[in-house]
């Protein structure tokens, strides 16, 4: 077993006697490849105090054997609950951990009906608080599938003009990556114009850009089984609508133009403060407060940002709800927006490392608004 592997099951293992486990049963895919490496994904992992069993099927014998080093590997035929009686027999487990929002109610209730006599205790978080601080190795990943994003959008600057099809800038940006090496991106990119960039999610659509038009890009590229995630705004063309934005009704460039500098100037801010010991609600209030005191307060109605890794979101999460403090290794976004229905919306996102002095900004493209 790794240096690293050992290091980390053993933080896990390190719990089981303050939570009466005999034995953990890891069975979240990005879990079981934190502590094995395993890229692949079916399989899961069984911790005792002093034995780590990882079992896998017959379609991922070789890539088991080329990647889980220093466990206990098992090719089993049978299905999961199957495998587990078979196991939990052999160690003689009397209670075992479950990760409750990994484990399906039907895989549960199999389980626990073959299980007869053993306790089985739901878990939340055990590993994924380990997630939350990122080794040199992760953070070499992100930054991988950070220049694999930002490269292949840097190459498709010259198609955003009007006229192009949303979901066709959203298909070139996805292959753009693919063909850089990105394996399966994180999420749907979002390419959203008019006044569908008012909706945080929207999904790519058929709308053509038209003159004037704000235009939102969502997307992420993957490096390693590591994620990222970016955002980035533009004006299409160079004559949009004339009248000022009130309240639901169209606006001008120089209304567009305000509120993509509220938003960039709030996370500017936010970022500027990102530092040990700062809380998450703390850092939320700097792009809030801002936000707010340039008049948009009710139109930013997500948290500032959300972690990143082996998940697209992860924690920490950043918002007005959270009293934790930032640690240095956490890697995460900051990403204020504003969103006005029947007009539009802005978002800039970055990606932040937490360093012991301050903060390192991961992402490098340009945030001038480009027409």
């Keep these: 077993m790794g240096k690293k592997a050992k290091e980390r099951i053993k933080l896990v293992t390190d719990k089981?006697?303050?939570m009466s486990l005999d034995a953990l049963l890891i069975t979240d895919i990005r879990n079981v490849k934190y502590l094995t490496k395993f890229s692949g994904s079916s399989g899961f992992l069984l911790l005792t105090g002093d034995r780590a069993?990882?079992?896998t099927d017959f379609r991922y014998k070789t890539q088991a054997e080329e990647e889980v080093s220093g466990l206990e590997l098992r090719i089993e035929k049978e299905k999961l609950p199957d495998n587990i009686e078979k196991l939990v027999k052999e160690?003689?487990?009397k209670t075992m951990g479950i990760e409750a929002n990994a484990l399906s109610f039907n895989h549960y209730k199999k389980i626990s009906e073959k299980l007869n006599g053993v306790e089985l205790i739901?878990?939340?978080d055990i590993i994924e608080s380990l997630r939350i601080v990122?080794?040199?190795e992760e953070i070499s990943s992100i930054k991988k599938a950070i220049e694999i994003a930002e490269g292949s959008f840097n190459s498709i600057l010259d198609i955003l003009r009007p006229g192009m099809i949303e979901k066709d800038i959203a298909l070139t940006l996805e292959y753009e990556m693919r063909k850089r090496g990105s394996g399966p991106v994180p999420f749907d990119i979002i390419v959203a114009s008019g006044e569908r960039s008012a909706l945080p999610h929207a999904t790519s659509s058929s709308k053509p850009l038209e003159e004037g038009d704000l235009l939102i890009i969502d997307w992420g590229a993957e490096a390693d089984g590591y994620f990222c995630d970016i955002t980035r705004t533009f004006i299409i063309g160079n004559n949009p609508p004339s009248p000022p934005f009130t309240k639901g009704e169209a606006g001008g460039l120089s209304d567009k133009r305000k509120i993509y500098e509220a938003v960039l100037n709030a996370q500017t801010e936010a970022i500027r403060n990102?530092?040990?010991?700062?809380?998450?609600?703390g850092l939320d209030a700097v792009a809030r407060d801002f936000i707010k005191d340039a008049g948009y307060g009710?139109?930013?109605?997500?948290?500032?940002?959300h972690g990143i890794g082996l998940s697209v979101h992860e924690a920490p999460h950043i918002s007005w709800q959270g009293e934790e403090v930032l640690k240095e290794g956490m890697v995460f976004t900051i990403e204020p927006g504003i969103y006005i229905p029947g007009f539009g919306g802005v978002r800039i996102e970055d990606m932040v490392l937490v360093r012991g002095n301050g903060v390192e900004v991961l992402t490098h493209l340009p945030k001038e608004l480009i027409l």
């Design 16 to 18: 089981f006697k303050d």
């Design 53 to 55: 069993i990882f079992v």
């Design 91 to 93: 160690l003689n487990i």
């Design 122 to 124: 739901p878990t939340t």
């Design 134 to 136: 990122k080794g040199d």
């Design 274 to 281: 990102v530092k040990p010991g700062m809380t998450f609600s």
């Design 298 to 305: 009710e139109y930013f109605g997500h948290g500032l940002g």
